[in-house]
């Protein structure tokens, strides 16, 4: 059996997954309402870390971003960046019906209406706000996505990158951002 | 209190004459001037009457009559008694005097006024973003603004939700839930 | 030939061993951890999920050479380590590079991880990594002082600098070093809080002030490299801490049993404390670990 034969990749990259799936790091960019449920998600009401979730300090060590709300345009500029600097394979989950449709901000002057045009969302979480049950369930979820290789939110992105990139530079004016090669 | 608050109008009359008050009930008193008197009058409240708290400064857009309401609230921490300064702006050309002298943290609330209504200060140092960035539109608090509008032309809708229908009593009825009876007075 | 082949084999084992036990403990210190603070707590073998995504996570990280290099240094660091601390009594499963002056030589090389991280650390630019650092070095400051009197003490009272000796020694008169120089053991002991950078002595590497400190520009393969150093590097100086004062160990369960216990000691401490800040921690180090340091040169002198 050769090294870089593809059954030999398949195995690979099912234990690979599978540790994937069971040490996700999230990085919790606060915005919005929706970081107000990450702690009790973390302690011991909830224990995310049962899962494998654990907190991250800085998006070059973290795999997942939580997007905990709404975002305005200010805020998504971060974001971005955050996202960009976050080493592959990565994963979003967006919170709440804000990153969904809007949400109560729907007629808002400054806030985005739906995340998925600016970012590759892997999961959303429905709800305003979510309880942490709805978030595990969301961690779940991602778990399963990511067991059976289809969280490649990643890849999207960098495949439709000019069509994201548009998106983004329609709603922020002066786009001056650093460019990233990965 | 009556006494400290007779007082309070009765030395700002004599001192601004055209300070006209309105007295409301507990620790409140209201004066409107013209823009001209405000440094005035907030220096005399703060360093004569020991006003020496600024609370908040806001602004209200009174678009039928073409004009702005800037409102400084002042609080004195030995009277226990707050004074709202109410003045009138022209709306086509805002212009007013800078405060930030006085309370440093004006500042702040003179940087916030700018941009979202547009309110020129003059003598105002600071950067011209606050809060937006890179924002190009008319100043977003202004009621001439229409959010609604610009925030369909710039940021992209998912389809679906326009449909507001009122679908309670379809949960009503696949579920059980009894809904109680005042809710249903209430229909959008 | 023989002789390089089987050095070869021993070396592969031991780092084999010490990997596995040392990501083992730290995944107990979590699930502990994680008891104490009336959680269930991740399952005790999540640190190897853990190291097994960071080593397949991909890395495009580049500042220079030297951040490369950090990680390397402290790889390099804890396998040196590792080969010259004798592992078991009888050298004949894990043959280790021992050799007269061998405690002198260890004094110097554990030092040298944290200075080569230092390095890596300061090209990234991250000025976390530069805070970290310095607060890092600073408190090596502090817990060298009590560490260094400890060994020196030992040094001095039974006249030799090779770690086999003291352990022959241990074996031949049949009572632990930590009963006949006490004042070594605690101060050695006291030191070690602040070596394993547990709480209160976790303000190197504080995420929510300080992002992490010295790793925060540092993702995926760097991470999977200093977790497994990491983890090597602890099993290496549990196992100094059982040879120099507990007699060592015959067979691989005793040692782990041992270990073991040293282990509970930073870990339930880091436990139930806050974090101190740096001088609070040099002003700590410098307090009652020196003294004892002092004490036990003091009877190695005079006794």
């Known amino acids: 059996m050769m090294i870089n034969d593809k059954n030999s990749q398949k195995i690979v990259d099912i234990i690979q997954n599978y540790a994937r799936k069971h040490s996700l790091w999230i990085l919790a960019y606060g915005t919005g309402c929706g970081a107000i449920e990450i702690p009790p998600t973390m302690t011991s009401r909830y224990d995310a870390e049962r899962l494998g979730v654990r907190g991250a300090a800085t998006p070059r060590q973290a795999d997942v971003l939580l997007i905990t709300g709404y975002l305005t345009t200010k805020t998504l500029k971060r974001v ?22 809007g949400g109560m901000y729907w007629d808002s002057y400054n806030t985005i209406k739906a995340l998925d045009r600016y970012l590759p969302v892997d999961v959303f979480i429905n709800g305003c706000m979510p309880r942490p049950e709805a978030v595990l369930a969301g961690f779940a979820k991602l778990q399963e996505l990511i067991q ?8 999207k992105y960098k495949e439709n990158l000019e069509w994201y990139r548009a998106n983004q530079k329609k709603v922020i004016p002066n786009w001056r951002m650093p460019e990233y090669n990965w | 209190m009556e006494e400290i ?27 409107s001037v013209k823009k001209e008197t405000i440094p005035a009058i907030l ?18 857009d009174w678009l039928e009559e073409n004009e702005f309401e800037v409102v400084f609230i002042v609080w004195s921490p030995t009277d226990k008694i707050k004074v709202f300064v109410h ?4 709306r086509e050309n805002p212009v007013m005097d800078n405060v930030d002298m006085i309370w440093r943290q004006a500042n702040t609330y003179e940087r916030e006024m700018r941009e979202m209504f547009g309110i020129q200060f003059t003598g105002l140092e600071a950067p011209e973003e606050f809060l937006l960035e890179d924002w190009e539109g008319p100043p977003p608090m202004r009621r001439d603004f229409d959010t609604e509008a610009y925030a369909t032309n710039t940021y992209w809708e998912r389809p679906g939700r326009e449909d507001a229908k009122d679908i309670r009593e379809t949960i009503e ?13 209430y229909t959008r | 030939m023989q002789e390089i082949l089987q050095y070869t084999w021993g070396a592969l084992v031991s780092f084999v061993v010490a990997f596995t036990v040392g990501i083992t403990y730290m995944g107990l210190n979590r699930k502990i951890t994680a008891r104490v603070q009336n959680r269930i707590g991740p399952p005790w073998y999540q640190n190897f999920f853990d190291v097994l995504k960071l080593g397949s996570k991909e890395t495009s990280i ?21 080969l010259i601390i004798p592992i078991l009594n009888d050298n004949r499963f894990f043959p280790n590079l021992n050799f007269h002056g061998d405690l002198v030589f260890l004094l110097y090389i554990m030092v040298f991880g944290p200075l080569g991280m230092a390095l890596g650390a300061g090209q990234t630019g991250n000025p976390n990594s530069a805070i970290g650092v310095t607060r890092g070095l600073s408190q090596m400051v502090g817990f060298e002082i009590p560490w ?23 074996a031949e008169t049949g009572r632990w070093l930590m009963f006949t120089s006490p004042f070594a053991f605690l101060a050695a002991v006291l030191a070690m809080l602040g070596m394993f950078r547990y709480a209160p002595f976790d303000i190197v590497g504080a995420p929510q002030e300080l992002a992490s400190g010295p790793m925060s520009e540092n993702g995926g393969k760097y991470l999977f490299v200093m977790m497994s150093a990491g983890s090597v590097f602890a099993f290496a100086k549990l196992t100094l801490y059982v040879d120099l004062f507990m007699g060592g160990a015959n067979n691989l369960i005793i040692l782990v049993v041992k270990t073991f216990i040293l282990y509970l000691i930073p870990m339930l401490y880091g436990i139930v404390s806050p974090r101190y800040r740096t001088e609070q921690a040099i002003r700590y180090f410098w307090g009652w670990p020196s003294l004892f340091g002092l004490l036990a040169i003091l009877q190695a002198v005079f006794l």
């Open chain 1, 80 to 101: 971005i960046r955050v996202y960009e600097q976050m080493q592959d394979p990565k994963y979003v989950i967006g919170f709440g019906s804000c990153t969904i449709n």
């Open chain 1, 148 to 155: 059976a290789g289809k969280a490649d939110g990643a890849r």
């Open chain 2, 5 to 31: 608050k007779s007082t309070i109008i009765q030395r700002i009359k004599t001192h601004f004459s055209d300070a006209t008050e309105k007295e409301y009930p507990y620790n409140r008193v209201d004066f």
């Open chain 2, 43 to 60: 220096f005399y409240l703060k360093d004569e009457m020991g006003f020496k708290h600024l609370s908040h400064i806001s602004c209200i």
């Open chain 2, 87 to 90: 003045t009138r702006v022209d």
């Open chain 2, 173 to 185: 009825k696949r579920s059980g839930e009894i809904l109680p009876d005042f809710a249903k007075k």
């Open chain 3, 62 to 82: 580049h500042h220079g050479v030297m951040q490369h290099m950090g990680p390397a240094f402290i790889m390099v660091t804890a396998v040196m380590s590792l």
């Open chain 3, 148 to 170: 260094v009197m400890a060994l020196v003490a030992l040094m001095i009272q039974y006249k030799t600098t090779s770690i086999v000796d003291l352990m022959n020694l241990q």
